[in-house]
């Protein structure tokens, strides 16, 4: 007597309920084992998540970084660049959508009696697309501020806060170094969540970038440096592509600024993102291998029980056959079995994954995030351990001999 697919799934159902204990416990690998692979496509989805954000909140994936490469050798030798030199490179590189120089000093700014010792940065108008950073108040650094070598500046949220409260900080006065300069705009507030913050830490790993200020470069050159030394560059490519050739283009240009020695350090967003996908994969194969063993014990174990099942059941197979089931049927009865036990292995263990990823986001201090796809994966794999496992139980069950199956006791 042939049996349907949904009666085959219905008899293994039952004799799944029935051995309850036995069971879950023949399953306890493949449980174990789809956990683990949830787990780690969270986790390795959480890293790619945070690093993406972070790198959006710096510039965004076509952006260049240009600084100084204080591992160089000879420390003596100075490792900046000239304003002709960046200005020579943004003549000679039309294609970059944005170049923006930058210097910094770390001064006293004042308000009245109020005093925050901070961080002022030099910059061009490129800073807003470079950084992609925009004022929330007031206005940035224009062309003209540039030319006029203005004395206007903009604040950073937590500085504006510190100076003026909750009063209007536009077209007041800040004293710097015994000059005055008009509050023209205040950014926008950053904030990424910081999640190996301590005690007493900010939650904001963006914090340190509200509490800068902003002037222009030409101002910060002639009116509050001693020197005329730029330390870094941001450049924007026109695409995450494109800023692989521009890299190598600026990298050239540098090396011959400098003789050929690598003074300064070129840095592209889109090649450490990819650098970090495939750190990502690699740390996933290991973590796979790893649950790839827990699913193989699982596999093997949950093999043997179905021959001992089967064992248990020669004569009910003995009977099927003689009243007229086909092989194929005993095969595909015994294959089904199997394969559902793996497929609710399966289930429970994405279960139990999903609810434990927080649990093991804060132990690590890590993002875990979970998905559609990984929970397809972890049930797909779970089915391949099912059709490779119960295979060879299903084939001994089909190729048993009526006769002698019958006499079995």
Known sequence: MALSLSQSIIVSLADFWSRKVRSLITIFGIILGIMSIIVVLALVNGVKEMSMEWMMESGGLSKINVYSNWDY???????????????????????????????????????GSKKEQRGIWGVYPDYQIAENWTVQEGRFITDTDINQKSNVIVLGTNVKKALFGNSEAIGELVNINGKKFLVVGVMKHRYMKNRWAGEGQSDNAMDWKN???????????????????IWSLGITASSPEASIELKKKIENIILNFTHGKPLM??????????????????????????????????GIVIMNIMLATIQERTREIGVRLSVG???????MQFLIQTVIITTIGGVLGVIGG??????????????????????????????????????????RASNLDPVEALRYE
Do not use: H
Not at 94 to 107: L, Q, R, S
Not at 212 to 226: A, C, E, H, Q, R
């Open 265 to 298: 350090k070129v840095t592209s967003a889109y090649e450490e993102s990819n650098q970090t996908d495939d750190n990502m994969k690699m740390m996933t194969m290991i973590f796979f291998l790893v649950a790839a063993i827990s699913l193989l014990v699982g």
């Open 73 to 111: 050798e000879d420390r003596k030798i100075d490792k900046s660049l000239k304003l002709s030199q960046v200005n020579y490179i943004r003549e000679v590189c039309p294609e970059a959508k944005a170049i923006n120089p930058e210097t910094n000093i770390w001064t006293i700014l004042q308000y």
């Open 325 to 331: 089931a086909r092989r194929f049927d005993i095969f």
């Open 354 to 395: 999903l609810s434990i990823l927080d649990l093991v986001g804060n132990f690590l201090q890590m993002k875990a995030v979970a998905s559609e796809g990984m929970v397809l994966t972890a049930i797909l794999v779970s089915v391949g351990i099912g059709l490779i496992f119960g295979i060879f139980p299903a084939i």
């Open 211 to 229: 509490w800068n200020s902003f002037v222009p470069l030409s101002t910060m050159l002639i009116k509050l440096k001693s020197d005329d030394r």
